[in-house]
């Protein structure tokens, strides 16, 4: 994960876009974790997957760093004009450090190239430094904390609508694959497929009477 691309995606929500592929919940007014599509899934590669994010904003509502977390380590970024004001240390000492403890993680781990991250982590974030490149901290120490719950953003039309797209094509593309062993073998494999392409042309009713409760039907098609 570059520099650049996190930068991409805080830019992104700023601007408002990329909803069909950050989803994300707050955990405090200045902190978000967010699962995080790069790209579309082209069903090319066996680790298309998603990412988890936390996205951090200032007081004003402006995303100014994001924090990918791969688990065994950690990749930041803070904007350029953002920086040493204290956005990032706040963050993850307060909010992200405590969360990533009560989800089940003892023990987090960095790495790094620059000696000078070694020491910021160090300083800013209470890690020991085990080597030239490594860090790690026990996260035991937020143990007595309140518990930090994710609140979710409800689903709006706009949201509900780019659903409904991906519900379309997924039934869409099985009914190539459908009509693609026809073609070869005269029917199907099973019935399997023809259920779900069924169920598929139903189930936005299910999922917009799930997160939709507040619209009005006629203003789903």
Not at 30 to 42: D, I, T
Not at 158 to 170: L, S
Request: proline share 4%.
């Amino acid at each position: 994960m570059t520099n650049e691309t996190i930068e991409r995606l805080i830019d992104a929500l700023n601007a408002h876009k990329m909803r069909d592929r950050i989803f994300r919940a707050s955990l405090s007014p200045a902190v978000e974790y967010a699962k995080v599509w790069l790209h579309e899934p082209k069903g090319v590669a066996e680790d298309e997957r998603s990412y988890e994010f936390f996205f951090i904003k200032n007081v004003t509502g402006i995303y100014v760093a994001a924090v990918f977390d791969a688990y065994n380590d950690l990749h930041v970024f803070v904007k350029e004009e953002y920086r040493k004001k204290g956005h990032l240390a706040r963050a993850m000492n307060e909010v992200i450090f405590p969360y990533l403890y009560q989800s089940g993680r003892g023990m987090q781990e960095v790495t790094f190239k620059d000696p000078c991250v070694g020491s910021y982590c160090a300083k800013n974030w209470g890690f020991t430094i085990i080597s030239d490149s490594f860090a790690k901290k026990d996260l035991s120490f937020f143990a007595d904390l309140p518990a930090i719950e994710l609140k979710g953003q409800e689903c709006t039309l706009e949201d509900f609508e780019q659903i409904e797209v991906k519900i379309n094509k997924a039934r869409l593309y099985l009914t190539m694959v459908r009509e693609q062993l026809t073609i070869a073998y005269g029917q199907p494999s099973n019935g399997n497929l023809e259920e779900l392409i069924s169920d598929l042309s139903f189930i936005k009713d299910d999922i917009r009477d799930f997160c939709l409760p507040a619209i009005a039907p006629h203003s789903v098609k």
